[in-house]
């Protein structure tokens, strides 16, 4: 393309500025200008570091429009169109972004330009899109604090920017992204996270509603039934943790200053709902000197985090500390968290096999084929329990024949199969499967692998159920000159751990329930 005139010359802090145009929108550290051509000038700094962005001339010789477009030859990299996390080069998209950086559970991180009202939806969307995770669903930041064992999992509405704001400049405290199984769980299941005995007498059981029904319209409603009970407190200025009785309404927290007398005047006012977030605590026997593990605490969320300024509270068990921490988010965010569990049960699975094994207990049934007019459903529950146990023997003799087949070398499926899997976590221990299951949220059917310890060439299931996790010993053992495993003295024989997971998820076994979540770990 032949251009009449001279060139101009590119020069960087010139005084002289062009008119601004779709140039505005371009990215760049320093602004350049176009000067006219000198006798020999000499040739300008340039730093290689820096993008250089050359604005229009006004030059009527040149028409940009004559030069062809190119295609993007990668569009799935680029940010989908109006979305509000951007993802650049090393310099911001605008003025206005905000960089967060997000760890992954491999201690990699990844650096995110986002606008400041980027929710926490937002940034968990966009991650999975880059991780390339197999499903969309199910996905959390959390909030974590190392040095004071704290973490908190940043609803979905939540602007991260303004979690950010609240962080101490020379903290460790950092964004992660995991799998959380349990944030919206106690809307499916809300007897099991609001036992009775937790409710308060005041909330209103009459007019023949039973607590289930209670609990369930005010889960719809977006709040939460008063909860009471006993707390482990640690004193302000001491060690000493001391039994007090609370009381959680939706006026805030408060305790009795006589037993669990709930009187007006032996009510003493402890915090305000509006401006606490709650954070579980890990390793508080430790760091604070906690009864037991089942820490939490409450945190004023404008403020900054230190040790001094934090609630310390200890609950007896998993499931009173579940309840305490559940009811101070509904009573806080009240039927806006209602809306974002809707929102997330609306969200599109990627694949349809995840969908499919998302789906509840509820919808599987024992059928019988054994006759000739059809399959029908099996109504009596002794006779789909015996229906259960012949499908798994069958099951098991038609593995052995297939094993058996002398076209099945030892190699076509190795015995090391398993390493290769998510659900695999190599030689963890008791106390870290169990921690690992309690992060990505104590759900029925949360499940991972392990090798044991104790035993040699075993292995353990480790499963969660009701709120606990329970254990489960992996032995290999011998028929017919080939090596199996199995979880029930040998009645069911599996050729690798692969069989036993795919077995167990549609057939519970000796378990307590089916295999339905495995506990994963991502890389970012």
């Not at 001339?57 to 996390?85: D, G, T, Y």
């Not at 430790?286 to 934090?310: E, H, N, W």
């Amino acid at each position: 393309m032949e251009v009449q005139g001279q060139w101009p010359e590119v020069f960087e802090g010139s005084d002289r500025q062009e008119d601004s145009g779709w140039e505005d929108e371009l990215l760049g550290s320093s602004t350049i200008t176009l000067a006219p051509l000198v006798a020999n000038p000499p040739p300008p700094p340039v730093r290689r570091s820096q993008p250089l962005v050359i604005r229009r001339s006004r030059m009527k010789s040149v028409e940009l429009s004559s030069v062809p477009s190119i295609p993007n030859p990668f569009p799935e990299l680029c940010s989908p169109s109006q979305s509000p996390v951007l993802i650049g080069s090393l310099s911001p998209p605008r003025s206005d972004t905000h960089l967060i950086k997000v760890f992954g559970e491999d201690s990699h991180s990844r650096s995110l330009w986002v606008i400041p009202r980027a929710t926490a939806r937002d940034v968990c969307h966009l991650l999975v899109q880059t991780a390339h995770c197999s499903d969309q669903e199910n996905w959390a930041l959390i909030e974590l604090h190392p040095a004071l064992g704290l973490e908190r999992v940043l609803e979905d509405h939540e602007v991260v920017v303004e979690v950010q704001t609240a962080w101490p400049p020379e903290s460790d405290t950092k964004l992660l992204f995991r799998k959380n199984y349990a944030k919206y769980e106690f809307f499916r299941k809300p007897v099991l996270f609001f036992p009775e005995h937790m409710i308060s007498d005041s909330a209103d059981v009459t007019k023949g509603m039973t607590s289930a029904e209670l609990i369930q319209n005010l889960l719809q409603l977006g709040t939460c039934p008063e909860i009471q009970g006993f707390l482990h407190v640690r004193e302000p200025s001491r060690k000493a943790w001391k039994k007090v009785y609370f009381f959680l309404r939706r006026s805030g927290l408060y305790c009795s200053t006589k037993g669990s007398s709930k009187e007006p005047r032996h009510l003493q006012y402890v915090a305000d709902l509006e401006d606490l977030n709650v954070y579980s605590i890990t390793n508080s026997r430790k760091l604070y000197g906690a009864p037991v593990d089942f820490t939490f605490c409450v945190k004023p969320s404008k403020d900054r985090i230190r040790a001094q300024d934090l609630k310390l509270l200890c609950a007896e068990n998993e499931q009173t500390r579940t309840c305490w921490t559940s009811a101070f988010r509904l009573f806080k965010y009240g039927r806006q968290l209602h809306c974002n569990y809707q929102l997330s049960q609306s969200a599109p699975c990627l694949l349809e096999a995840v969908s499919q094994r998302c789906e509840s207990e509820a919808s599987l049934v024992a059928m019988d084929f054994s006759g000739k007019a059809g399959g029908r459903v099996i109504q009596n529950a002794w006779e789909a329990q015996s229906a259960e146990r012949e499908e798994g023997q069958a099951w098991r003799r038609r593995e052995a024949l297939r094993c058996s087949l002398p076209n099945l070398t030892p190699g076509s499926r190795p015995s090391s199969i398993h390493r290769t899997q998510p659900w695999f976590h190599g030689g963890v221990s008791r106390k870290q499967a169990q921690r690992l299951i309690e992060e990505q949220g104590l759900v029925d059917g949360m499940f991972l692998i392990r090798e044991s310890q104790q035993h040699a060439q075993c292995f353990v299931l480790s499963l969660c159920y009701k709120l606990k996790t329970k254990h489960y010993l992996v032995i290999p053992c011998e028929e017919g000159g080939r090596k199996y495993y199995t979880m029930d003295d040998g009645l069911t024989l599996f050729i690798d751990l692969l069989q036993l997971v795919e077995f167990h998820q549609i057939n519970k076994g000796i378990l307590p329930v089916c295999l339905k979540h495995p506990c994963v770990c991502v890389a970012l």
